[in-house]
């Protein structure tokens, strides 16, 4: 059996063939970054970001002060001759991880539409999926092009895709101890992530649905909750851009996702 009903839920064990192909997902990202990565200092920031790792110095606000001791242990890392390589590997190692968890977080995602039977079919499909969304997300070109130089953005990457598949183990297993430890341990990144960057917390809002939501909640109570929600962000993207910057679809887009919360998760 690879999952198990639970009474808060559908919960699911270790699954050997999922972990083996989020092994494979891992590989594949990582040789490939690993291949394209910068041979020397990049554009921008990096150069920054490479100097203040190998001396531990202070980069321009607001410092990312854990991304830079990280760095440092890749710096004294005896594995290339130009330490900018060195640096510029620690982009590649936390963006093929993030590969792998978002191959992780997709499968869980697919398992709510297509595992209550369990059958062969619907966890090749699960598979499948997963495997394909971690590699478009994986080799899209904006993650593609933090991935291969030293720049926050990969680790920064990691962290949310880890506090995601976090957010859905506690949201399998909630309302008990394990729950309750996965939801410390998400805060926790949460907050250690801002030593890298402060984009972190764009996923934070979204995710504390899971949080505050139950199975039994009444249709009326989630309509407030959705419609707070819905008013608050499309306040926040209107009064933060120009006039006719936001696209039509915005509105559309955010009434889908909360939509799919409310039809998918919590049925």
């Not at 962290?159 to 926790?188: C, D, H, P, S």
């Not at 907050?191 to 249709?219: C, D, N, Q, R, S």
């Not at 309509?223 to 936001?246: C, D, H, N, Q, W």
């Amino acid at each position: 059996m690879h999952n198990e009903q639970s009474a808060n839920g559908l919960r699911f064990a270790f699954d050997r063939v999922n972990a083996f192909i989020a092994g494979i997902v891992f590989l594949i990202a990582l040789t490939v970054y690993y291949l394209t990565k910068a041979p020397t200092v990049s554009f921008w920031d990096c150069g920054e970001f490479i100097a203040c790792s190998y001396i531990l110095g202070i980069p321009h606000p607001p410092g990312s002060p854990l991304y830079i001791l990280i760095g440092r242990i890749f710096a004294a890392l005896p594995i290339a001759a130009d330490i900018s390589v060195r640096v510029n590997l620690l982009s590649v190692v936390c963006s093929a991880f993030a590969a792998m968890f978002g191959y992780l977080v997709t499968v869980r995602l697919l398992r709510f539409w297509y595992d209550r039977s369990g059958d062969i079919y619907s966890r090749i499909i699960i598979y499948i999926g997963g495997f394909t969304g971690a590699l478009f997300m994986a080799f899209s070109t904006t993650n593609w092009s933090n991935s291969v130089e030293a720049e926050v953005y990969a680790a920064a990457i990691l962290i949310m895709t880890i506090i995601y598949w976090l957010v859905l183990k506690y949201f399998e297993t909630r309302e008990t101890g394990q729950g309750g430890k996965f939801m410390l341990l998400t805060a926790y990144l949460a907050m250690l992530g801002v030593g890298i960057h402060l984009t972190l917390y764009i996923i934070i809002p979204v995710l504390a649905i899971y949080f505050i939501l139950k199975k039994e909640v009444l249709t009326r109570q989630w309509a407030i909750i959705a419609l707070f929600f819905f008013v608050e962000l499309f306040l926040i993207f209107m009064l933060s851009a120009r006039p006719g910057e936001i696209p039509y679809y915005l509105p559309v887009l955010i009434i889908f996702v909360v939509f799919m919360f409310h039809s998918v998760l919590l049925k």
